[in-house]
């Protein structure tokens, strides 16, 4: 080749590389950057890391206390989720399982209730003994499964034309959206069992899902709105019509597309809620990052903080994004083409 | 015949409210009167008797439990608006490199916002706290007495902070950037690509056009957005409780331990962040009413 060509070429390379803008620079910089931090990361993770603290312990991670040899039962029921949301992302060409799906979802409840709290041939278990990734399931499910109905019923009131149902409905959903989290958490935990009457106790537990229930509905209220209002006008006029009345329209008109619409926007409550469901280890429940918790302060995992941090960090990563792999699959399937 | 049967269905709702909510009262009442604390606020005027690693104005623990309080909230406010601007100024950044032309910025905010929004605040605030501050070494970062990090905290130019305040601030402003940048893409997005065109036909610089043209007509698209990250920073900064920072909820959390008064307490709680949302709601109005009058009008 030319020696001029030569210089002209690594001329143009350099050009593109460096000189072009200061835009290269910064990916060059960038690079060396995230170069340097994978190698320290590498390292720590051969040669510093000891993960033995995430490996002795993962069935504590799993199921938290749950008796040894009933383990079985929180196992089968976090599969039959797992698999369940495999044949959602996944659908099989069976017709019956698709239509299905959604009475198969709700059906999760009162099978994991039975398998976890156990009585009618399976030995009983205290919620006491609930932890872990199940507990976690649990929470989530129970509180996202009870919210969406309240949420629903709760957006509508507020659209009402009834003055005193508008009014109470919104007072509801704005004082629930202002307040924090934790102090309903705490208003569950510790404030219910003065309102109840003398005798009367519920489960720690469900005073949990109660209050996740009260705050999320609030939020759920609202996506479902934002859903109702952009439903256009001529959609109710036209039910109105054929003759549809205020119930049918409210169920064949305005609920399925509604939700169709904020779907998205409940997905995000949905993994908002799973990630939120980690207050209750401040407040006394050992789900998986109270469990975290405890083993770190367990003298023999002491100052272990990264790996069981990292562990954590990457099953929370997981199942968000598996609840937004499902929710995807949904929105796709709901499109209207 | 329609009008009366909506005025006899609000009746009986009306009437079903009062009894819950008159049995739940009562059911309350008949609690306190057994576990004899009534309902009262005077206590709020006893001395506290709890040290406060934290506190803005003088405070010892012989000062009574509102002056306490008065510093937790102090404490809260402090946290919110410095974690409001630093979450503010990533969330540009994110935003911004998000919608950049830069395919390595690019995966990297892309990254950091899947790795932030899918794990819980809680877990990142104890990261930072435990492993981001209290696993540094003594000596950590040592620039002079001008500027140091080590798990004392952080100190520059003579102000020094708490590690924990540091943790908070910093896992705050992370989680919260993460939610801003994705608000600010989105507005960014909202403005036509006609926009984009036209100034750079125009022969105006790619800054100065982004400045000037894009993120003007962005901005009605972004407040709303904005505002409800700046309300839920507000709410989640309750979760400095985790890492022993002594903000509002912790505050009240002790002084329900110390003296049982769990309902008078959850009451002042409420108030307190009906008082913050208001104050953060009407802050993002000015702000929204000054760009509105600066704004030009198109079309």
């Known amino acids: 080749m ?28 960038l690079i060396s950057i995230i170069c340097a931090l994978l190698f320290k990361t590498f390292n720590w993770f051969i040669f510093n890391s000891e993960w033995s603290v995430i490996s002795s312990n993962i069935s504590l991670f799993a199921f ?28 099989p060409k069976w017709k019956w399982l698709r239509k299905n799906l959604l009475i198969a979802w709700i059906g999760t409840i009162p099978l994991g209730i039975f398998l976890l ?27 996202s499964v009870f919210a969406l109905p309240i949420g629903i019923g709760l957006a509508f009131c507020r659209q009402s034309s009834l003055f005193i149902v508008k009014k109470l409905s919104s007072i509801y959903i704005d004082s ?78 305005l609920i399925p597309q509604s939700l169709r619409i904020a779907l998205p926007a409940l997905t995000n409550q949905a993994i908002g809620l799973f990630q939120n469901t980690s207050l209750m280890s401040i407040l006394g429940l050992v789900e998986l990052l109270g469990i975290g918790r405890s083993i770190l302060a367990n ?15 990457s099953v929370y990563w997981l199942i968000c994004t598996i609840m937004a792999l499902v929710a995807k699959y949904l929105e796709k399937r709901l499109k209207i083409t | ?113 899947t790795i932030i929004r899918q794990t819980p605040l809680l877990l990142q605030l104890m990261f930072w706290y435990f492993v981001g501050f209290l696993g540094l070494k003594n000596n950590f970062l040592y620039f002079s007495n001008l500027f140091k990090i080590n798990n004392q905290g952080i100190e520059f130019f003579g102000l020094s902070f708490t590690s924990e305040f540091s943790a908070l601030i910093i896992g705050l402003s992370v989680f919260t950037s993460a939610f801003i940048g994705e608000v600010i893409r989105g507005g960014i997005i909202s403005v036509p690509k006609g926009q984009w065109e036209s100034f750079r036909s125009l022969g105006i610089s790619e800054s100065n056009g982004l400045i000037r043209v894009i993120i003007p007509q962005a ?25 022993g920072y002594s ?44 760009i509105n009058k600066k704004k030009i009008y198109i079309n």
């Open chain 1, 2 to 29: 030319h020696p001029k060509k030569i210089k002209k070429n690594i001329q143009k390379l350099l050009k593109i590389l460096f000189l072009n803008s200061l835009n290269n620079l910064l990916t060059i910089l």
């Open chain 1, 64 to 91: 938290g206390t749950f008796p040894e040899e009933q383990r079985w039962r929180p196992f089968i029921w976090i599969t039959s989720l797992l698999s369940l949301c495999f044949l959602s992302i996944i659908p």
């Open chain 1, 117 to 143: 709290y156990g009585g009618f041939g399976l030995q009983t278990v205290m919620s006491r003994n609930f932890g872990g990734l199940t507990l976690t399931i649990l929470l989530t499910i129970c509180s």
């Open chain 1, 176 to 253: 629930m959206r202002a307040v924090p989290l934790i102090a309903v958490l705490f208003f569950g935990q510790l404030l219910i069992p003065l309102f109840l009457p003398l005798g009367m106790e519920i489960d720690r537990v469900w005073r949990a899902i109660f209050a996740f229930t009260l705050f999320v509905s609030a939020y759920i209220a609202e996506d479902i709105r934002g859903g109702l209002q952009a439903i256009p006008n001529t959609q109710i006029e036209s039910a109105n019509s054929l003759g549809l009345n205020q119930f049918q329209i409210i169920r064949f008109i």
């Open chain 1, 299 to 313: 003298p023999k995992f002491i100052g272990q903080y990264i790996e069981v941090y990292i562990w954590l960090a």
């Open chain 2, 1 to 113: 015949m329609k009008r009366n049967k909506g005025i006899i269905f609000q009746l009986i709702i009306i009437l079903s409210f009062i009894s819950i909510f008159g049995f739940l009262i009562n059911n309350l009442i008949i609690n306190l009167i057994r576990t004899d604390l009534g309902f009262n606020f005077s206590w709020l005027l006893k001395p506290s008797s709890f040290a406060l690693a934290e506190h803005a104005l003088p405070y010892s623990p012989s000062d009574s439990y509102a002056w306490a309080l008065l510093i937790g909230w102090l404490n809260s406010l402090k946290v919110i608006f410095i974690s409001l601007f630093l979450s503010t100024i990533l969330g540009i950044m994110i935003g911004l490199s998000r919608t950049g032309k830069n395919t390595i910025l690019n995966i990297i905010s892309s990254f950091y916002i």
């Open chain 2, 219 to 243: 901005l009605p698209a972004i407040i709303p957005g904005l505002t409800n990250q700046f309300l839920n920073l507000a709410k989640n900064s309750t979760l400095a409780i985790a890492i």
């Open chain 2, 247 to 290: 903000d509002i909820y912790a505050i009240n959390d002790t002084i329900i331990n110390q003296t049982g008064r769990a309902i008078e307490c959850f009451i002042i709680l409420l108030f307190t962040f009906l008082i913050l949302n208001l104050l953060i709601t009407n802050l993002m109005e000015t702000i929204n009413k000054l």
